[in-house]
């Protein structure tokens, strides 16, 4: 069998199979790391980043869970599924529903490409993206089912997880107080049908780390959108502006209006398109380049360029599922000493990851959503 044809029978016949396949072409080969490792994580992150897995030691387009970074703003709860409880509440009727009851509902399963929307935004911040195959119920059958009203206009999803903000930052009248984590999303958003309530990664119940008993998965949503631990859905006639809505997770860009400078603030929402060189791969005197792309829209082009050299369209694998990355190889001759490799890609729409100068990565101030082309260094002996 060709191998797309491989890759699309284990797409449909379940996982095993897509798990155990190398992310790209060459299965063998020796690995050579690159030459701009990311500085350590900081301690006031530490806490924070977890499992950041290196792009040299990623090697299946199915991220192993154990190889799945994780984001905890607070704390990470252990929870006791059997007193755990999903609480509804607001303009539906008061719901409450044990884990066996979401696990009898009808099952949806979904391979989504997870990624923070910090990744990259920061120097100690690389890979922080996944791919897994996440299993649950349909949301919005859920909220139907509790009676969702007409005027709701607002979900908001809560974790279980709690922890210390700040209020009046800097100020003589600061205060300090204990906040939980919360996410909300448009009604007409959080309706999707690609939405679940997720029990299940790769096979296994969510892993601690990861959200266990529930999480939200929003596929095509950036990582924040993604609510792990969930304890309650709250659904509002009003905008909800949390801390992880209104402060934090805002894109802020400068943009030139009528001579002058306005502040362009946008919430951190749907993921935008990008890419990866992953790793280089030796072979005798024959190297590979190996990357990951993905992005709202299916990618029809990566382009790689080493050096100052011209873009050359790198392979792709064929493995792209509606919400999932894509693998992609560059064939390399390299001459002995230090080279830069850069990729982007370009999606069926048109629309091109954008170059660090493009004005829409110049201009913005915050870390967040930095999909600007990424270039990486090698050695090569
Ligand atoms: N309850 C809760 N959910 C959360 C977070 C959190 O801190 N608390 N972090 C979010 C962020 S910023 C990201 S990137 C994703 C990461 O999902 P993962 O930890 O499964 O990789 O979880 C999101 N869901
Ligand atoms: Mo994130």
């Not at 050579?32 to 990623?58: C, F, G, R, V």
């Not at 596929?219 to 905008?239: C, M, Q, T, Y």
């Not at 400078?261 to 749907?270: D, G, I, L, N, Q």
């Not at 064929?318 to 999606?347: N, Y």
Request: charged letters at 20%; glycine letters at 8%.
């Amino acid at each position: 069998m060709h191998r797309r044809d491989l890759l699309r029978a284990g797409i449909l016949s379940g996982l095993a199979m897509v798990t155990e396949r190398a992310f790209a072409q060459s299965a063998s080969g020796k690995i050579i790391p690159w030459a701009d490792q990311p500085p350590p994580i900081p301690p006031p992150a530490q806490n924070a980043i977890h499992n950041l897995t290196p792009w040299e030691s990623l090697d299946s387009w199915i991220t192993p869970n154990d190889k799945f970074f994780s984001i905890a703003h607070y704390n990470r709860p252990g929870i006791e599924a059997a007193a755990w409880r999903l609480n509804l509440s607001g303009l539906v009727k008061p719901t409450a529903l044990t884990l066996e009851t979401l696990k009898a509902a009808p099952r949806q399963e979904v391979t989504f490409t997870l990624e923070c929307s910090g990744n990259n935004g920061l120097p100690f911040f690389h890979s922080a993206v996944g791919n897994a195959r996440w299993a649950g119920t349909r949301l919005a059958d859920v909220l139907r089912s509790a009676g969702i009203q007409d005027k709701a206009v607002e979900v908001v999803f809560y974790g279980t997880d709690q922890g210390e903000d700040v209020a009046n930052r800097g100020a003589p009248y600061e205060v300090k107080y204990i906040d939980t984590f919360a996410r909300s999303m448009p009604v007409a958003d959080a309706m999707n049908p690609a939405n679940i309530l997720c029990y299940e990664m790769n096979g296994a119940p969510l892993p601690t780390a990861n959200g266990y008993p529930l999480r939200l998965i929003a596929p095509g949503w950036f990582g924040i959108a993604n609510v792990k631990w969930l304890s309650h859905v709250e659904v509002l006639d009003h905008r909800y502006l949390g801390r992880f809505m209104g402060r934090e997770y805002v894109t802020m860009r400068e943009v030139q209006r009528d001579g002058r400078a306005v502040m362009v603030e946008t919430p951190v929402s749907r993921m935008l398109i990008k890419s990866a060189p992953g790793r280089v791969v030796q072979n005798g005197d024959r190297y590979q380049i190996e990357g990951m792309a993905w992005g709202p829209n299916p990618i029809s082009t990566v382009e790689v360029k080493i050096d100052n050299g011209s873009w050359q369209k790198a392979k792709l694998d064929g493995s792209q599922a509606p919400f999932t990355w894509q693998a992609w190889t560059l064939d390399w001759k390299p001459t002995p000493g230090e080279h830069t490799i850069t990729s982007r890609a370009i999606d069926a729409t048109g629309i091109m990851q954008p170059a660090p100068d493009d004005p829409v990565i110049a201009n913005k101030k915050t870390y967040w959503e930095s999909n600007e082309q990424i270039t990486r260094h090698v050695q090569i002996a």
